[in-house]
Antibody
Framework: QVQLVESGGGVVQPGRSLRLSCAAS????????MHWVRQAPGKGLEWVAL????????DYTESVKGRFTISRDNFRNTLYLQMNSLRVEDTAVYYC???????????????WGQGTMVTVSS | EIVMTQSPDTLSVSPGESATLSCRAS??????LAWYQQKPGQAPRLLIY???AGATGVPARFSASGSGTAFTLTITSVQSEDFGVYYC??????????FGQGTRLDNK
Protein backbone atom coordinates (compact mmCIF):
# COMPACT_ATOMS: atom_id res chain seq x y z
CA GLN A 1 0.00 0.00 0.00
CA VAL A 2 0.97 3.66 -0.19
CA GLN A 3 3.77 4.16 2.30
CA LEU A 4 6.24 6.66 3.68
CA VAL A 5 9.19 5.48 5.75
CA GLU A 6 11.41 7.95 7.61
CA SER A 7 14.98 7.32 8.69
CA GLY A 8 17.98 9.24 9.94
CA GLY A 9 16.88 10.24 13.41
CA GLY A 10 19.09 9.89 16.46
CA VAL A 11 20.80 11.66 19.32
CA VAL A 12 22.93 14.66 18.43
CA GLN A 13 24.63 17.45 20.34
CA PRO A 14 23.44 21.05 20.08
CA GLY A 15 24.96 22.82 17.09
CA ARG A 16 25.46 19.64 15.11
CA SER A 17 23.68 18.46 11.95
CA LEU A 18 21.43 15.59 10.94
CA ARG A 19 19.74 14.60 7.69
CA LEU A 20 16.38 12.89 7.68
CA SER A 21 15.11 10.83 4.76
CA CYS A 22 11.61 9.75 3.81
CA ALA A 23 11.24 6.94 1.28
CA ALA A 24 7.97 6.88 -0.64
CA SER A 25 6.38 3.89 -2.31
CA UNK A 26 3.26 2.85 -4.19
CA UNK A 27 2.30 6.31 -5.46
CA UNK A 28 3.63 8.73 -8.06
CA UNK A 29 5.89 10.68 -5.73
CA UNK A 30 6.86 13.30 -8.32
CA UNK A 31 3.23 14.51 -8.58
CA UNK A 32 2.72 15.61 -4.96
CA UNK A 33 3.81 18.32 -2.59
CA MET A 34 5.43 16.92 0.55
CA HIS A 35 5.85 18.10 4.12
CA TRP A 36 7.76 17.61 7.34
CA VAL A 37 5.80 17.88 10.60
CA ARG A 38 7.26 17.45 14.08
CA GLN A 39 5.90 16.63 17.51
CA ALA A 40 7.88 17.37 20.66
CA PRO A 41 7.46 14.83 23.47
CA GLY A 42 3.99 15.15 24.97
CA LYS A 43 3.12 18.11 22.72
CA GLY A 44 1.00 18.82 19.67
CA LEU A 45 1.77 18.82 15.97
CA GLU A 46 3.98 21.53 14.47
CA TRP A 47 4.38 21.99 10.73
CA VAL A 48 8.03 22.38 9.76
CA ALA A 49 8.46 22.65 5.99
CA LEU A 50 6.88 21.98 2.61
CA UNK A 51 8.19 21.42 -0.89
CA UNK A 52 6.23 21.50 -4.12
CA UNK A 53 6.23 18.57 -6.51
CA UNK A 54 9.02 20.03 -8.65
CA UNK A 55 11.03 21.78 -5.88
CA UNK A 56 10.08 25.18 -7.31
CA UNK A 57 8.49 26.24 -4.03
CA UNK A 58 9.65 25.67 -0.47
CA ASP A 59 8.30 27.10 2.77
CA TYR A 60 9.51 26.84 6.35
CA THR A 61 8.23 27.63 9.79
CA GLU A 62 10.01 30.66 11.19
CA SER A 63 11.99 28.84 13.88
CA VAL A 64 13.86 26.67 11.37
CA LYS A 65 14.47 29.19 8.57
CA GLY A 66 18.15 29.38 7.72
CA ARG A 67 18.90 26.15 9.62
CA PHE A 68 16.77 23.48 7.92
CA THR A 69 16.56 22.69 4.20
CA ILE A 70 13.88 20.56 2.59
CA SER A 71 14.66 18.80 -0.68
CA ARG A 72 13.54 15.85 -2.76
CA ASP A 73 14.83 13.39 -5.32
CA ASN A 74 11.99 12.46 -7.65
CA PHE A 75 14.07 9.70 -9.24
CA ARG A 76 14.75 8.04 -5.91
CA ASN A 77 11.22 8.80 -4.58
CA THR A 78 12.78 10.29 -1.48
CA LEU A 79 12.18 13.41 0.59
CA TYR A 80 14.92 14.93 2.75
CA LEU A 81 15.29 17.34 5.64
CA GLN A 82 18.78 18.67 6.27
CA MET A 83 18.93 20.02 9.80
CA ASN A 84 21.88 22.21 10.76
CA SER A 85 22.69 24.14 13.94
CA LEU A 86 20.35 21.92 15.90
CA ARG A 87 18.92 23.20 19.17
CA VAL A 88 17.53 21.43 22.21
CA GLU A 89 14.07 22.70 21.24
CA ASP A 90 14.28 20.80 17.92
CA THR A 91 13.89 17.55 19.88
CA ALA A 92 10.82 15.83 18.46
CA VAL A 93 9.42 13.01 16.41
CA TYR A 94 9.67 14.11 12.78
CA TYR A 95 7.00 12.90 10.37
CA CYS A 96 6.97 13.22 6.61
CA UNK A 97 3.55 13.60 5.02
CA UNK A 98 2.06 13.59 1.53
CA UNK A 99 -0.43 16.17 0.33
CA UNK A 100 -3.83 14.77 -0.57
CA UNK A 101 -4.14 16.01 -4.12
CA UNK A 102 -2.13 19.19 -4.54
CA UNK A 103 1.22 19.54 -6.22
CA UNK A 104 2.07 22.88 -4.58
CA UNK A 105 1.82 21.66 -1.03
CA UNK A 106 -1.19 23.55 0.37
CA UNK A 107 -3.59 20.70 1.01
CA UNK A 108 -4.52 18.19 3.68
CA UNK A 109 -2.00 15.46 4.48
CA UNK A 110 -3.42 12.06 3.60
CA UNK A 111 -0.41 9.79 4.15
CA TRP A 112 2.03 10.04 7.06
CA GLY A 113 5.19 8.11 7.85
CA GLN A 114 5.69 6.40 11.19
CA GLY A 115 8.07 9.13 12.36
CA THR A 116 11.72 9.27 13.35
CA MET A 117 12.91 10.59 16.70
CA VAL A 118 15.47 13.38 16.86
CA THR A 119 16.97 14.13 20.26
CA VAL A 120 19.22 17.16 20.65
CA SER A 121 21.11 16.95 23.90
CA SER A 122 24.57 17.55 25.29
CA GLU B 1 0.06 33.47 11.31
CA ILE B 2 -3.40 31.94 11.61
CA VAL B 3 -4.02 30.64 15.12
CA MET B 4 -6.22 27.58 15.42
CA THR B 5 -7.95 27.11 18.78
CA GLN B 6 -9.67 23.87 19.70
CA SER B 7 -12.20 23.29 22.44
CA PRO B 8 -12.49 21.65 24.81
CA ASP B 9 -8.96 20.55 25.66
CA THR B 10 -10.33 17.26 26.98
CA LEU B 11 -13.69 15.64 26.34
CA SER B 12 -14.78 12.63 28.35
CA VAL B 13 -17.56 10.46 26.91
CA SER B 14 -18.79 6.93 27.34
CA PRO B 15 -18.90 4.50 24.41
CA GLY B 16 -22.14 4.96 22.52
CA GLU B 17 -22.43 8.64 23.34
CA SER B 18 -21.85 11.43 20.82
CA ALA B 19 -18.88 13.79 20.90
CA THR B 20 -18.64 17.27 19.43
CA LEU B 21 -15.25 18.90 18.99
CA SER B 22 -14.77 22.53 17.97
CA CYS B 23 -12.06 24.39 16.11
CA ARG B 24 -11.86 28.14 15.55
CA ALA B 25 -9.52 30.04 13.24
CA SER B 26 -8.23 33.53 14.01
CA UNK B 27 -9.24 34.56 10.49
CA UNK B 28 -11.13 32.93 7.66
CA UNK B 29 -9.56 29.81 6.17
CA UNK B 30 -12.50 29.26 3.82
CA UNK B 31 -13.01 25.48 3.68
CA UNK B 32 -9.32 24.65 3.74
CA LEU B 33 -9.46 22.75 6.98
CA ALA B 34 -8.62 19.17 7.93
CA TRP B 35 -9.19 16.99 10.99
CA TYR B 36 -6.76 14.30 12.16
CA GLN B 37 -6.93 11.57 14.76
CA GLN B 38 -3.82 10.48 16.64
CA LYS B 39 -3.51 7.52 18.97
CA PRO B 40 -0.56 7.03 21.36
CA GLY B 41 2.61 6.00 19.57
CA GLN B 42 1.03 6.37 16.14
CA ALA B 43 1.19 8.89 13.34
CA PRO B 44 -1.81 11.15 12.76
CA ARG B 45 -4.54 9.84 10.48
CA LEU B 46 -6.52 12.08 8.13
CA LEU B 47 -10.25 11.99 8.92
CA ILE B 48 -11.71 15.03 7.16
CA TYR B 49 -10.46 17.35 4.43
CA UNK B 50 -11.98 20.42 2.80
CA UNK B 51 -13.85 21.01 6.07
CA UNK B 52 -16.58 18.42 5.45
CA ALA B 53 -15.29 15.61 3.19
CA GLY B 54 -14.54 12.25 4.72
CA ALA B 55 -11.20 10.67 3.88
CA THR B 56 -11.06 7.17 2.43
CA GLY B 57 -11.97 4.47 4.91
CA VAL B 58 -13.23 6.81 7.63
CA PRO B 59 -16.38 5.45 9.30
CA ALA B 60 -19.65 7.25 8.67
CA ARG B 61 -19.99 8.10 12.38
CA PHE B 62 -17.43 10.85 11.79
CA SER B 63 -18.91 14.01 10.27
CA ALA B 64 -17.81 17.61 10.08
CA SER B 65 -19.21 21.02 9.34
CA GLY B 66 -18.21 24.66 9.13
CA SER B 67 -16.44 27.17 6.95
CA GLY B 68 -14.67 30.46 7.45
CA THR B 69 -13.60 30.55 11.09
CA ALA B 70 -15.78 28.01 12.92
CA PHE B 71 -15.62 24.25 12.44
CA THR B 72 -17.02 21.18 14.17
CA LEU B 73 -16.17 17.49 14.18
CA THR B 74 -18.93 15.20 15.41
CA ILE B 75 -18.58 11.56 16.31
CA THR B 76 -21.94 9.86 16.72
CA SER B 77 -21.94 6.78 18.94
CA VAL B 78 -18.29 6.87 19.98
CA GLN B 79 -16.53 3.52 19.77
CA SER B 80 -13.63 2.38 21.96
CA GLU B 81 -11.21 2.76 19.04
CA ASP B 82 -12.11 6.46 18.71
CA PHE B 83 -10.36 7.55 21.91
CA GLY B 84 -7.27 9.59 21.24
CA VAL B 85 -6.27 13.14 20.34
CA TYR B 86 -7.92 15.10 17.53
CA TYR B 87 -6.26 17.99 15.71
CA CYS B 88 -7.64 20.52 13.28
CA UNK B 89 -5.34 22.05 10.67
CA UNK B 90 -5.67 24.97 8.30
CA UNK B 91 -3.94 24.89 4.94
CA UNK B 92 -5.45 28.01 3.46
CA UNK B 93 -2.59 30.35 4.34
CA UNK B 94 1.07 29.82 4.83
CA UNK B 95 3.66 29.70 5.82
CA UNK B 96 3.04 28.49 8.34
CA UNK B 97 0.41 25.81 7.96
CA UNK B 98 -1.02 25.62 11.46
CA PHE B 99 -2.59 23.03 13.73
CA GLY B 100 -4.83 23.44 16.72
CA GLN B 101 -3.49 22.39 20.10
CA GLY B 102 -5.57 19.22 20.06
CA THR B 103 -8.61 17.85 21.88
CA ARG B 104 -8.14 14.67 23.88
CA LEU B 105 -11.15 12.35 23.69
CA ASP B 106 -11.20 10.19 26.82
CA ASN B 107 -13.29 7.27 28.00
CA LYS B 108 -15.45 8.54 30.87
Amino acid sequence: QVQLVESGGGVVQPGRSLRLSCAASKFTFRDYGMHWVRQAPGKGLEWVALISYDESHKDYTESVKGRFTISRDNFRNTLYLQMNSLRVEDTAVYYCAKTFSDSSGYDAFDIWGQGTMVTVSS
Amino acid sequence: EIVMTQSPDTLSVSPGESATLSCRASQSVNSNLAWYQQKPGQAPRLLIYAATAGATGVPARFSASGSGTAFTLTITSVQSEDFGVYYCQQYNYGPPITFGQGTRLDNK
